[in-house]
């Protein structure tokens, strides 16, 4: 009756061996339910033709604690099981002994049913009376209904209104009624959303009718009709309510991306976090740089998005610290955390406590380039890896001993090698005509030559994409190059410790691409000289030097992406560049007496590019940041000596509150101003004057004090007493007296300024406006409160006529 019922169903019917329980003493409390779950979940695998088709489960008695187990068993491995769970739409039970009946054990069932039925076979509808006492049959409900409340799928159950024979041969007050499984036992709580129903029928007749007239069918008809007429739309609106889970991941998805099964099957059956329900898990993929570990990490995560529709991912570059700091800034800002935009946050203390708590429902963080062992233990990046039970966290690293330090165990790091040849083949034909393909043995010896490593192999399809040359030829400049640059470039990667196992064929396969990119296309080749100077991720297009016309730039970076030189991120005015390439191509300038030349080149465009950090620039100078971090350390190898991109990093770090790195840059500064424009030059004393600054933000009061005085001394005999820096000296002196509670020396030195102030600069000058406050609080910290209010309100009148009611200075004048 059920096809006519339903003609655009197909309807699949599963069976099993009910008679389950023998005379040899086999335990089937597991093996029954987990057997059978694999049995159905694996004949579903077989006969599916369309794995995307939403499914509807009916199960009889027992049945419905196999579908449980089967259902549970998808949801935690979806991979390995076509999605069921997520794509189940519906759920109908009859009679399924979601509970038992109190004190019926195993044994006392078998005992009753030898006695009255010697030749009774234990069918599971009995068995099924011994849920109660069965902690594994009660597991499987209670697992499954752990997650029902999070899928609440359209789920009905019927029960039984008529007793059964065999129920009252049992002997036992609980079933003196006769019914196996009643309505107490065959329901789930309505509380989650379930429908029940009564059939006048008994427990084993419960599924059976005579007829599509029947009462107890029409019922059952309407309610599985019902489900399949709204199961596309259940599982649309399930998508919906999933898609808004936060999937934040830099890169679009990889669609040339091959091979790797085995490395994306291990990881995907270890990194879903419904893998380790008691653990937030961590997970590794190691291998050689330019092994392929982002792309594979990348496609684990889009994969994960399709089967674990409502796990949010988050993708966290560990090139650096400030790498990560601005990942977890994206992260925090999408999951709207309070206080991540602000100068002061510490983001990364604010994201790790968003994600550790359990409304942050279930997620993947993917930890990308974690190679650096210091930024782990030295700067103590692992202290702000969330820890959250419904998660888990996958780190790609090139350093085993990341991996280590990290504590992640040995059978939890999946290390990835090179490709087999099919895989290599089917990445070099990437965008390649046919003939270009037919030469299988040049094929082979070129693959062999690149020793099948990824980045190796995508450089020669792009190029041979382009030039539309044949492998052979290619592998014959190959082979043809000089064996001397070879070599040096080889030396370069053996000496640099992130690339000491990079071999020769990568580095002449870029070294042809270089020379090429330079013959053909001028810009492209200055582009990628001077992209190897900045940091290796999210180098914004503006960054770079201009093209002719916006033109002649966009087809220059079209030509460094189609070589795969840069990789695009789903912003459209950013790139990354691979780390080998920029080691590759640094080698090159060096080899080529280019660097120097370059590195002056580059560090001039920062210095011009690098605005003074605001708050209202903060976007612009944070994704400069790390480039003006990595050109800097080229400071000592540039031709030009100017402190203004030194200085702006310095400030940055200021307004980060990273006093230390502040320090040291303007330590750096002060000293080469110093030698440049000697000691007594203004923009010298204005180098003290800001370490100064620094030092008394870190609580180094002595030193701090000790440079200012130096500070104002020299800037009285070189400036003059009245000069407006000469003054700012006076108040910074008198502030650090104030800090070490100095306050009467302080009091004093405030007030020289404010008269010197008041008759230099005015009185309702904003600077002379400060100097009546910071007296002010001068006062205040001596008890001179009467003195202090008058001075507070007269600041705060001036303030309120000269800078408005609403300036932030009047404003602060109002708090104190």
């Known amino acids: 009756m059920l096809p006519e019922a339903v003609p655009n169903a197909r309807i699949m019917r599963f069976g099993y061996e009910s ?13 029954v339910v987990a057997d059978v779950a ?7 695998e077989l006969h599916r033709r369309d794995i995307t088709w939403p499914i509807i489960f009916i199960a009889h008695s027992y049945g419905g604690l196999v579908l449980m187990q089967a259902l549970r068993r998808s949801f935690d491995h979806p991979n390995k099981w076509s999605n069921t769970f997520y794509h189940t739409a519906g759920l109908v039970f009859f009679g399924t002994p979601f509970r038992g009946r109190a004190g019926l054990t195993l044994e006392k069932i078998v005992e009753a049913v030898a006695q009255n039925h010697p030749d009774y076979k234990m069918y599971p509808e009995t068995m099924a009376l011994s849920v109660e006492e069965n902690p594994h049959l009660q597991d499987v409900v209670k697992r499954y209904t752990e997650t029902r409340i999070r899928h609440p799928v359209p789920l009905c159950c019927f029960y039984e209104t008529q007793p059964s024979p065999i129920g009252k041969t049992l002997q036992n007050p609980e079933v003196k009624d006769g019914y196996l499984v009643p309505e107490a036992a065959a329901c789930l709580d309505t509380s989650i959303g379930v429908a029940r129903h009564p059939l006048q029928r008994n427990h084993y007749n419960l599924q059976k009718f005579p007829g599509s007239s029947d009462m107890g069918y029409r019922v059952v008809k309407d309610e599985i009709v019902l489900m399949v007429n709204s199961a596309r739309k ?12 936060p999937f934040i991941v830099p890169f679009g998805r990889n669609e040339n991306f091959v091979g790797r099964e085995s490395v994306l099957q291990q990881l995907l059956e270890r990194i879903p976090p419904s893998t380790n329900k008691d653990d937030c898990q961590r997970s590794a993929l190691e291998g050689l740089g330019g092994i392929g570990k982002t792309q594979v990490a990348l496609e684990a995560a889009y994969k994960i998005r399709e089967k674990h529709p409502d796990c949010s991912v988050f993708w966290v570059p560990a090139v650096d610290a400030t790498s990560f700091e601005n990942a977890y800034r994206d992260i925090g800002r999408r999951l709207g955390v309070k206080g991540v935009d602000d100068d002061k946050a510490d983001v990364k203390t604010l994201v790790n406590a968003a994600l550790s708590q359990e409304s942050a429902g279930s997620w993947l963080m993917i930890v990308d380039n974690a190679d650096d062992l210091k930024l782990f233990a030295d700067a103590t990046l692992s202290d702000y890896l969330p820890f959250n039970r419904n998660s888990s966290i996958l780190f790609t690293t090139r350093n085993h001993g990341v991996a280590a330090w990290l504590d992640i165990p040995q059978k939890d790091i999946t290390t990835i090698t090179e490709m087999n040849n099919d895989e290599g083949t089917k990445l070099l034909r990437i965008g390649l005509k046919e003939n270009q393909m037919r030469d299988a043995e040049s094929t082979g010896r070129l693959l062999e030559f690149l020793a099948n490593l990824p980045l ?22 190959c082979q043809s190059s000089d064996e001397t640059t070879i070599k040096l470039l080889s030396k370069n990667f053996e000496d640099r410790s992130r690339y000491r196992n990079t071999n020769n064929p990568v580095a002449t396969t870029w070294l042809i691409s270089f020379n090429h990119i330079s013959r053909d296309y001028p810009l492209a080749a200055r582009y990628l000289r001077f992209i190897s100077y900045l940091a290796e991720k999210d180098i914004p297009v503006s960054i770079l030097p201009p093209g002719e016309s916006e033109l002649e730039t966009d087809e220059a970076i079209g030509i460094l992406k189609g070589y795969a030189f840069i990789m695009e991120r789903n912003e459209p005015d950013s790139f990354d560049v691979h780390r080998l390439v920029r080691l590759a191509t640094r080698n090159w300038l060096q080899t080529n007496g280019e660097w120097q030349e370059w590195a002056t080149n580059v560090f001039q465009r920062l210095t011009k590019k690098y605005p003074f950090p605001k708050h209202e620039n903060r976007a612009i100078w944070m994704r400069y940041l790390p480039h003006g971090q990595a050109v800097l350390q080229l400071r000592n190898e540039c031709a030009n000596k100017a402190t203004g991109l030194l200085f702006n990093v310095a400030e940055s770090y200021f307004v980060l509150s990273k006093y230390n790195e502040a320090e040291q840059m303007h330590r750096q500064i002060l000293e080469l101003r110093e030698q440049v424009l000697g000691k007594e030059h203004p923009k010298t004393l204005g180098g003290m004057n800001n370490l100064a600054l620094i030092l008394r933000r870190q609580g180094k009061y002595e030193e701090a004090e000790q440079m200012h005085r130096q500070t104002l001394e020299l800037r009285e005999r070189v400036l003059g007493r009245e000069n407006p820096d000469t003054l700012a000296s006076m108040n910074n002196l008198a502030l650090v007296l104030k800090s070490q509670g100095k306050y009467e020396e302080a009091e004093q030195m405030h007030r020289q300024e404010l008269e010197l102030s008041e008759r230099v600069l ?8 400060t100097s009546m406050n910071n007296l002010a609080n001068a006062l205040d910290s001596q008890g001179k409160y009467e003195e202090a209010e008058q001075m507070h309100r007269q600041t705060l009148e001036l303030r309120e006529r000269v800078l408005g009611k609403e300036n932030p200075s009047t404003l602060r004048s109002k708090r104190t």
């Open 762 to 769: 005015g009185k309702e000058n904003p600077d002379t406006l």
């Open 38 to 44: 694999e049995m159905l979940l694996k004949e579903l």
């Open 456 to 477: 190796a192999i995508k450089q020669a399809s792009a190029y041979l994409a382009r030039t539309g040359m044949s492998p052979l030829r290619y592998l014959q400049y």
């Open 234 to 245: 259940y599982l649309r609106g399930y998508s919906n309510v999933t898609q808004d889970r």
């Open 19 to 31: 008679a389950w329980y023998g005379t040899d003493g086999d335990d089937p409390k597991k093996t």
